[in-house]
């Protein structure tokens, strides 16, 4: 495709369900991230695919979130029995190469309200 | 720890004069990069400018430039002749060459007509 794309665009859902957000890369960018942006916040790693390596969780925040990334392409990160502290803006970035070497290209962010 | 802190949460400036964006970091490495992100109200980053540490000469993107005072751990963004269109948050971003980067919090940039 032509850049990142995220859906939904926007996502309200109720407190203690689970929700998909999907994470669509440039082709052929083999490694893709997943942050977290909440209000007045920088930017929070979540996760990190490079390849077929095993994928950098450390970000995750608690055991509800998860993520994979199929046939080195497409992403979807899960968020199950959400609470009120998840709401933020999920983006998505995806790049060719080295990340100090080539830009990283951000998706438009799924905005996620708990409510 | 490294850390990226921007302590202008939201700065404003005339259209067609200069402005510019602060940023300090942390670190303990000697080679690293640094970047500037626009988001504007769509939400999507875009990358803006970048500097690599080991690289004595600022950065420079047309009207977008940086001033890098390694020793300082300073990394600011100018914008001179300021457009609407460059109404934005800004983010700065640390790298230390591994695939981790560090955001700052932002700085609001508003431009007035």
């Not at chain 2, 109200?41 to 803006?48: A, F, G, H």
Request: glycine share 8%; with cysteine.
């Amino acid at each position: 495709g032509a850049g990142v794309s995220q859906s939904p665009s926007n996502k309200v859902t109720e407190k203690g369900k689970d929700v998909e957000l999907r994470c669509d890369p440039i082709s052929g960018h083999t490694a893709l991230y997943w942050y977290r942006q909440s209000l007045g916040q920088g930017l929070e790693f979540l996760i990190y695919f490079q390849g077929n390596s095993a994928p950098d969780k450390s970000g995750l925040p608690s055991d509800r979130f998860s993520a994979e990334r199929t046939g080195g392409s497409v992403s979807t990160l899960t968020i199950q029995r959400t609470q009120q502290e998840d709401s933020a803006v999920y983006l998505c970035a995806s790049f060719q190469a080295a990340p100090h070497t080539d830009t990283q290209y951000f998706g438009p962010g799924t905005r996620l309200t708990v409510l | 720890a490294q850390t990226v802190t921007q302590s202008q949460p939201e700065m404003s400036v005339q259209e067609a004069e200069t402005v510019t964006l602060s940023c300090t970091y942390d670190t303990s490495e000697s080679d690293y990069y640094l970047f500037w992100y626009k988001q504007p109200p769509s939400r999507q980053m875009i990358l803006v400018i970048r500097q690599e540490a080991y690289k004595q000469q600022n950065a420079t993107e047309n009207r977008f430039s940086v001033n890098f005072q390694k020793a300082a751990k300073s990394f600011s963004l100018k914008i001179s002749d300021s457009q609407l269109g460059d109404a934005a948050m800004y983010f700065c971003a640390y790298t230390p060459g591994t695939y981790k980067y560090i955001f700052g919090t932002g700085t609001r940039l508003k431009v007035l007509a």
